[in-house]
């Protein structure tokens, strides 16, 4: 028998991760002492929702919680790009690391003024690695053109095409690109050619279309994804629950030890 993959999933999820994600970091590495094999983490960076990085801290003191995020260069960027896309303005980091101290330990304010990574999804894979969370796990990304291209077709997806001098993430859908200004309003874009180094997977089609490059035999869900996460397209996979942890969508940001 091959060796275990242990796989989960997770876009971006703020500059310091939410605490779910930890909790699947902690779950893979405890399913590898048992069964042995090596842990993936399917890094969803083609994911274009701001909203995702948004990092809720808490202050030291008061116990006041605070929500940050990145900014952005302008609206369309913001808005539609993907996240692997998304340009971090000069000085946003200096100014966030300014107001760091009054909610995380001083190792993680030094280890956040270290990270040089001018990409949103960048800077936080690397902030997530200097907090120890990735040693020994292997990284894949969505918003790789290998891997996109070693990946399985799909009938539903997103298309990165460009738009008014930025790259966006555009539904393609009914043969037309669509970008989705919210509610029931969308913008139609022009017609363009595109391969699939330029294709990443709907909510839906997502699971088949990693599983088809990682070929991982367990995946650990969080309790969103178990709610549309389509077990018939892998039913080669063992589902597994990640771990409990409180405050889940908070920032994870324990002093080190």
């Known amino acids: 028998m091959s060796?275990?993959?242990i796989c989960f999933g997770q876009q971006p999820c703020g500059f310091f991760p939410r605490r779910f994600l930890a909790a699947k970091v902690f779950t893979a590495r405890r399913i590898q002492a048992e069964l042995g094999g090596e842990i993936v983490f399917f890094f969803h960076d083609s994911d274009h929702d701001?909203?995702?990085?948004q990092t809720?801290?808490?202050h030291r003191t008061t116990g006041e919680a605070r929500v940050l995020n990145f900014t952005f260069e302008n609206k369309i960027q913001r808005k539609f790009?993907?996240?692997y896309l998304k340009r971090i303005p000069a000085g946003w980091r200096e100014n966030t690391a300014r107001q760091l101290p009054?909610?995380?330990d001083s190792a993680w304010v030094d280890a956040f003024r270290g990270v040089g990574a001018p990409l949103v999804a960048?800077?936080?894979l690397e902030m997530y690695a200097r907090m120890?969370?990735?040693?020994g796990v292997r990284v894949v990304r969505s918003g790789d053109p290998a891997f996109r291209r070693a990946a399985c077709d799909i009938a539903e997806f997103f298309v990165d095409v460009p738009f008014e001098g930025e790259v966006?993430?555009?539904r393609f859908a009914d043969g037309a690109l669509q970008l989705h200004e919210g509610g029931d309003s969308f913008v139609s874009l022009p017609a363009v050619p595109f391969d699939k180094s330029q294709v990443s997977p709907a909510r839906d089609s997502r699971l088949r279309w990693m599983q088809s490059v990682v070929h991982c035999t367990h995946y650990i869900a969080g309790a969103g994804e178990q709610a549309y996460l389509r077990r018939e397209d892998a039913p080669e996979i063992t589902f597994l629950n990640r771990d409990t942890i409180h405050r889940s969508d908070e920032a994870y940001c324990e002093a080190p030890s």
Request: glycine share 4%; hydrophobic share 40%.
């Open 3 to 5: 060796a275990p993959v």
């Open 50 to 53: 701001p909203r995702e990085t």
């Open 56 to 58: 809720t801290l808490r």
């Open 81 to 83: 790009s993907p996240l």
């Open 102 to 104: 009054a909610y995380v």
């Open 122 to 124: 960048d800077f936080c």
């Open 132 to 135: 120890g969370l990735l040693e």
């Open 168 to 170: 966006v993430r555009a």
